[in-house]
């Protein structure tokens, strides 16, 4: 998808700005690139519910409108959402046919509000009638575990989603319980890089609507705590063409939280032909190419423990 993506920034990019023969080109550093790429991607994602080869054929023209608002003669301009929005109307059924009715487009006649203020990534003069500000930390665990259920190394990656409905300009401050754990930080341009280097404390004025405020990493020498446990037990007999699989998953009662949207991924041997279980709770799949077993568990609940059982042919 990044090379889709990268075309299209340089066909844009080409037909704007033609190098003349006797031109010195400039170089760019490379995750400058990347990270206007990931804030296009970010973009199509909050658009069109997801970035796809499809998508951006069906929905080109905004695709092309949105490139042209975020990249201006090769320099980022608008790329926070909420300005967007404003600029290219999201599209929608009833907006399409409209607009094919019509010959119009899905660009705003007015200029953004939040393009004429000090802050550019938020809108002046919001006003709401319920003033609301949601968190959402998400937690990515990376583990491996072994076969007697202990943790040998394990990693964390956060993320920090936000839905700020605030009137006016408000100015929020959020800290954390053990900011020491974090080993990498990325923020939103909002947050006052200043602030959080000298007291730890994130200060900014958030942009009106959904967005990423910050992500982080904590490394394996952190001891993460594994919110569940994964017991195995996988025995190939030779000659017998296959052998037996069981696998038991649990939440550890030291956590006090429910967890939720557990999948399991367990790569099997070359030799492994097909694989036939039945889960007490589920669904699996194997994938005869990649030799992936993928066991989607859900809900996890203590009075329910799962397993999935059966026999594995080679």
Known sequence: MFWVLFALLILKFASENPVPTDAVLLTVPPLFVIEFLHRVMDTLDDYFGECSENLIKEHFVIVYELLDEMLDNGFPLATESNILKELIKPPNILRTIANTVTGKSNLSSTLPTGQLSNIPWRRTGVKYA????YFDVTEEIDAIIDRSGAVISAEIQGYVDCCIKLSGMPDLHLTFMNHRLFDDVSFHPCVRFRRWESDKVLSFVPPDGNFR????????????PI???VKHHISFKEGAGGGRLEISVGPKHTMGKVIENVVVEIPMPRSVLNATLTPSQGKYSFEPVTKVLVWEIGRLEPSRLPSLKGSVSS
């Open 227 to 229: 919110p569940l446990y």
């Open 130 to 133: 319920n003033n609301e500000a």
């Open 213 to 224: 405020l910050m992500s982080y990493h904590i490394g394996s020498h952190n001891m993460v």
